[in-house]
């Protein structure tokens, strides 16, 4: 159990240093999307291919409409996530990005038919004000010059939000098939995109190709391995805790390693924000439990 919550530790914060890496490499936001998803992909095939775990073809054909939709959404994420880190800091480009729980529990009682109660009700509130907060109010007015990062951000969380939300509805299908066959398809659907726009980039210094390796093994390939591995042994409660490290971890490298500061509003909103997020996960994982335990409950009167 010890060695399972370290390995999820190590990834959140392999995840967590990521901005970092992207900052300095010398590619379009989009040519760093398609190149990690390629890379990464190739990556946890030939873990697949080592560790003689085929991919479930029938399982992936069921779900291939759902699968596509998520990939679509998982590459075009990321690069809207990279041009938040271009245009403001690494702290505020992820905090906006951890809005994503927040926009599907605000969509669950629409799209899936989940109830939103008061707990729910003010997580949203919470992060609502949160982001006012990032983006600075002064005398009613938006001020900083921010906002396209911000916009990026809350674009990178919409899109997350849509890829969380669709693989709801995936059935019996395994996480690190899914996260193989979404990388696949990200690549395969950036790669006309990347073409149409800033076209594939073959020269570079070694520092940005060396970098670029390293995002698409590292954050993407052993990242996903580790966690899909770890998260198998671990309750979900201590997998949505744990994954706090991450953002927490974004936010003092950036401010050690880059000198990036928050203002103090910024840092208030910042912990409505993801302590709004961290309430809601804990409360629907407890949910869950219950559910469970009463259907349990109901089986053994039958």
């Known amino acids: 159990m010890k060695k399972d919550k370290l390995g999820l530790i190590f990834a959140m914060l392999i995840w967590g240093s990521m901005g970092i890496f992207v900052r300095y490499i010398d590619f379009t936001s989009s040519q760093i999307a398609l190149s990690r998803a390629v890379v990464g992909s190739i990556v946890l095939i030939?873990?697949?291919?080592?560790?003689?775990?085929?991919?479930?073809?029938?399982?992936?054909?069921?779900?291939?409409?759902?699968?596509?939709?998520?990939?679509?959404c998982l590459g075009f994420n990321w690069i809207f996530l990279f041009q938040a880190y271009n245009y403001t800091t690494i702290s505020i480009a992820t905090?906006?990005?951890?809005?994503?729980?927040?926009?599907?529990?605000?969509?669950?009682?629409?799209?899936?038919?989940?109830?939103?109660?008061?707990?729910?009700?003010?997580?949203?509130?919470?992060?609502?004000?949160?982001?006012?907060?990032?983006?600075?109010?002064?005398?009613?007015?938006?001020?900083?010059?921010?906002?396209?990062?911000?916009?990026y951000g809350l674009g990178a969380a919409c899109l997350y939000a849509s890829a969380i939300i669709l693989n709801k509805f995936l059935?019996?299908?395994?996480?690190?098939?899914?996260?193989?066959?979404?990388?696949?398809?990200?690549?395969?659907?950036?790669?006309?995109?990347?073409?149409?726009?800033?076209?594939?980039?073959?020269s570079a210094n070694i520092i940005s190709i060396s970098l670029l390796l390293i995002l698409g093994i590292v954050h993407t390939g052993i990242a996903y391995l580790i966690y899909f591995t770890v998260i198998q042994r671990l309750s979900s409660q201590t997998v949505a805790i744990y994954s706090y490290v991450d953002p927490i971890s974004a936010i003092i490298m950036s401010s050690i390693l880059l000198n990036e500061r928050m203002s103090f509003l910024q840092i208030m909103g910042g912990i409505l924000i993801l302590g709004s997020t961290f309430i809601s996960e804990i409360y629907s994982q407890k949910t869950i439990q219950k559910e469970s335990l009463s259907q349990v409950e109901i089986t053994d009167e039958d």
Do not use: R, W
């Open 46 to 72: 030939i873990f697949s291919l080592i560790s003689h775990k085929n991919l479930s073809k029938e399982k992936i054909k069921d779900n291939i409409i759902i699968l596509i939709c998520c990939g679509v």
């Open 95 to 151: 905090i906006c990005y951890y809005l994503a729980p927040i926009i599907v529990m605000f969509l669950s009682p629409i799209l899936l038919k989940e109830k939103l109660n008061l707990i729910k009700v003010i997580c949203i509130i919470a992060a609502m004000i949160g982001m006012l907060c990032i983006v600075g109010i002064e005398n009613g007015n938006i001020s900083g010059g921010n906002i396209i990062g911000i916009l």
């Open 171 to 202: 059935k019996d299908i395994s996480g690190s098939d899914s996260s193989i066959v979404q990388l696949l398809i990200a690549g395969i659907f950036l790669i006309p995109y990347v073409l149409l726009t800033d076209g594939i980039k073959f």
